[in-house]
């Protein structure tokens, strides 16, 4: 894509700023109404009302910005022709799934580009933007797949999110490491005779075993614990090992 075809981009950004005016400000005229509840239910409530509302302002303006490129004197001079129009799309964003149509084009080397996606940086193979699966991913450290994305309310298959978060690969975190003080430890030790299969038939064996904790829990008068047990034991070791 040459310099007058980055123009007309440049061009057609300035107006996707102009038409994106009103989203920025939310002069969306929507009358909403919620049953009084917490203010978590109601927030969901106006959530689920508005996202569809600006879902519908951004399928508005990608369709005006494709119309613009469609016929942009610059864009037939530089050898874009028309292949198909009115192709749609449907991409999932943060505010739910924008639905919309664009224009098919052959460029002058003969390859078929969506110019509309270039512009509002939308991989021609991807249906979930890169915000969303990033969210999702973020919200499946700690829960399901499935309730990471409930969490966002968009539509997003747990499959989807899978091939997200296999992509990335393996990932190395370096954790700090900290010292957590003890007050007391606990020790004990015991032996036991255990019953060992060898070559030379079965024979009794002495094994140490050893628990080490860092108390006992007494909030049960009936019944009580240790706390963060460790246990040890050794085969072929002497107790005094």
């Given amino acids: 894509m040459d310099n007058r075809i980055l123009s007309q981009n440049n061009t057609t950004r300035k107006d996707q700023n ?13 009358t909403v109404s919620c049953p009084l509840g917490s203010l978590d239910d109601m927030a969901t409530c106006l ?18 910005t494709d119309r613009r490129l469609k016929n942009a004197p610059e864009i037939k001079a530089d050898g874009y022709r028309v292949k198909e129009s009115n192709v749609p799309r449907t991409y999932t964003t943060a505010v739910g799934e924008v639905s ?36 999702a991913i973020n ?20 499959q989807t999110l899978h091939n997200r978060i296999s992509s990335l690969g393996e990932l190395v975190v370096d954790v700090p490491k900290t010292k957590t003080p003890v007050k007391e430890i606990h020790i004990f030790a015991d032996e036991d005779h255990v019953g060992v299969k060898t070559d030379g038939g079965k024979k009794n064996v002495m094994v140490p075993l050893i628990a080490i904790t860092e108390g006992i829990d007494g909030s049960n008068p009936k019944r009580h614990k240790v706390k963060n ?13």
Wanted: charged residues 20%; glycine residues 6%.
């Fill in 18 to 30: 102009e038409a994106l005016t009103p989203l920025v400000d939310f002069d969306i005229s929507l």
């Fill in 47 to 64: 959530r689920d009302a508005v996202m569809p509302a600006i879902a519908g302002r951004l399928a508005e303006f990608a369709e005006a």
């Fill in 100 to 135: 919309f149509t664009r224009t098919y084009f052959k460029d002058p080397s003969g390859h078929y580009v969506y110019l509309l996606d270039k512009i509002l940086g939308i991989d021609p193979r991807e249906r979930v933007s890169k915000g969303v699966s990033a969210a």
């Fill in 139 to 158: 919200n499946a450290i700690s829960t399901s797949y499935q309730k990471a994305i409930d969490q966002l309310g968009v539509n997003m298959s747990r």
């Fill in 229 to 241: 047990p460790l246990y040890i034991a050794g085969y072929r070791q002497s107790p005094s090992a």
